[in-house]
């Protein structure tokens, strides 16, 4: 959402619930965070019970010196941002009314009843299905947040307000810190310590729920444990959770557990460093990618990846629906490979993958050992080579390649980290650097070298800077990107850095292969290589 539109709340609760509390709570932290805010309510027609509306329109991010926005007394159906229901049937007349609109409104609501006049008045069985009004809450809705507030707040002897309020925070949607609406519920003279229990154990819900919802989504399986992953992946904001979640389950595909926790990890220790975010959406865009990118480069493709994702029943079973082989029909399937000495060093350990790479390059080696070879993956002999190379996924963590990746890894957020906290557009740029690693061998080597350069000059020039880098060093930085990704002999980069104020690298020289003359032909041919 534009920083520039309001961020319109309407609250429907019931008399006595505590719901102007709530709208009170909600206003104080807007005036703490200096955003600019607005609030109406409308009261019902009793004192308990009664069906009462609170709306509030705010800004995500303080007005500039001199303006003063203009906001609207009441809500527009189909212009409310979140509507937060105390009740089931709440929510439900919400739908109804038209302020819940399945682009734009998330709905927060609770699942317990409170029967209205018109069930009590029925001679049978009167109630209305609640299932109906779930199945509208969730078609109509962007999202649809429910969860039994009634429960949560008997549990911590408070009041519900408190539970909405939770609940709310831990949408991620609004534009301040969950510590931001625990210090102002804890001004408060009156259950200090019930309201804030009742808060957190509805954050705590909804951030899990959400990130049970992200694992689903991402097609986690029974291996990947959604009730380990979940809670872990609630600790993070929520711009990065969906993010985070497909990449936790693509790391456990990878590797194992433990190299998962490392990546939640490391998208914990980022998080952390960048401060609030919640106000800031080009720093929540910053952390989503992060999350998405650095998931990518964790799981970096080797010789023992390439050999796994060959090797799976659902390739072949993709290949036959691709080729449309019909059912008995006997369906073959060749893989080109080009090992060579470079692939072969990086899976061996790491001192011994180190010599041989050295020994390769000093004699010129390196790439002309390479040697093309056809490998039948549906025979028995091609697909038991693969899976004896898939079967070496323990062995990673020792090779030279794994070593060399994880230290570039951490370079690349450790200069996140920093520009999170000072920069957002540049960090943003920073996040997607990684985007010009790929493949393996040749490919490898190249996307390697682009990535080198690039943080060697405008990374490490803005790290350096006395002052933050701003967005001109931010474009400056895709573009050298976008370069990179261009055309792989670095000409296109070294251009653009040049754009950049880089001093140009030397051509890099390029040996002439001269070819033996084909019999018959009178001219000799030559051909760079």
């Not at 937060?84 to 819940?100: C, K, N, P, T, Y």
């Not at 949408?171 to 310590?193: D, F, H, K, M, N």
């Not at 990518?296 to 072949?316: C, G, H, N, P, Q």
Request: hydrophobic share 45%; with cysteine; aromatic share 6%.
């Amino acid at each position: 959402m534009s920083d520039r539109k309001p961020f319109t709340l309407l609250i429907a609760a019931l008399g006595g619930e505590g719901g102007g509390v709530l709208n009170d709570w909600i206003v104080d932290c807007a005036i703490d965070r200096g955003l600019p805010v607005q609030a109406t309510s409308v009261p019902g027609v009793a004192q308990r019970t009664g069906s009462t509306s609170y709306y509030i329109e705010m800004m995500r991010t303080p007005a500039p010196e001199g303006a003063e926005p203009v906001f609207a007394l009441s809500p527009v159906p189909g212009g409310v941002d979140v509507v937060l229901a105390s009740e089931l049937v709440e929510a439900g007349r919400m739908v109804e009314r038209g302020f819940v609109h399945p682009k734009r409104t998330t709905l927060i609501a609770a699942t317990h009843r409170v029967y209205t006049t018109h069930e009590k008045m029925q001679m049978g069985d009167g109630r209305f299905d609640d299932e109906r009004v779930h199945a509208g809450a969730r078609a109509l809705s962007t999202r649809y947040v429910s969860l039994d507030m009634a429960s949560i707040a008997a549990a911590h002897g408070t009041v519900i307000s408190a539970v909405m309020f939770g609940a709310l925070a831990g949408s991620g949607l609004l534009p301040w810190s969950r510590e931001t609406c625990e210090r102002i519920i804890g001004a408060g003279r009156v259950g200090v310590q019930a309201s804030l229990a009742g808060f957190a154990a509805a954050y705590d819900a909804v951030a899990t729920g959400a990130a049970h919802e992200a694992l689903a989504g991402a097609g986690a399986s029974a291996r990947s444990h959604p009730e380990v992953w979940a809670p872990l992946l609630a600790t993070l904001p929520a711009p990065m959770r969906e993010n985070a979640a497909h990449g936790v389950v693509r790391v456990l595909d990878y590797q194992d557990a433990a190299y998962a926790r490392l990546y939640v990890e490391r998208l914990q220790r980022i998080a952390a460093g960048a401060g609030e975010i919640e106000a800031r959406p080009a720093l929540g865009r910053a952390l989503a990618e992060a999350a998405r990118y650095l998931a990518l480069w964790m799981t970096y493709e080797d010789v023992i990846r390439v050999a796994d994702l060959k090797s799976r029943r659902s390739r072949v079973a993709r290949i036959r629906e691709e080729s449309r082989a019909r059912e008995g029909e006997i369906l073959q399937i060749v893989e080109y490979l080009k090992p060579g000495v470079d692939e072969l060093a990086a899976m061996l350990p790491r001192a011994l993958g180190a010599r041989l790479r050295e020994w390769a390059t000093r004699r010129g080696k390196l790439d002309s050992l390479n040697r093309g070879m056809h490998l039948p993956s549906t025979h028995i002999s091609g697909y038991l080579m693969l899976r004896t190379l898939a079967r070496m996924r323990p062995t990673r963590r020792r090779s030279l390649r794994f070593h060399e990746e994880q230290a570039a890894i951490e370079r690349w957020l450790a200069a996140l980290d920093r520009m999170l906290a000072v920069s957002p557009p540049f960090a943003a740029a920073l996040a997607e650097l990684p985007r010009v690693l790929k493949g393996y061998g040749d490919t490898h080597r190249r996307g390697r070298a682009s990535f080198a350069r690039i943080f060697d000059t405008l990374v490490d020039r803005a790290l350096a800077a006395a002052t933050a880098p701003g967005e001109e060093a931010a474009q400056e930085l895709r573009r050298a990107i976008e370069a990179a990704l261009a055309e792989p002999e670095g000409r296109k980069l070294e251009n653009t850095l040049e754009q950049a104020g880089i001093t140009p690298l030397p051509p890099v020289a390029k040996p002439i292969v001269w070819m033996r003359k084909p019999r018959g032909q009178a001219a000799s041919l030559t051909r760079p290589h």
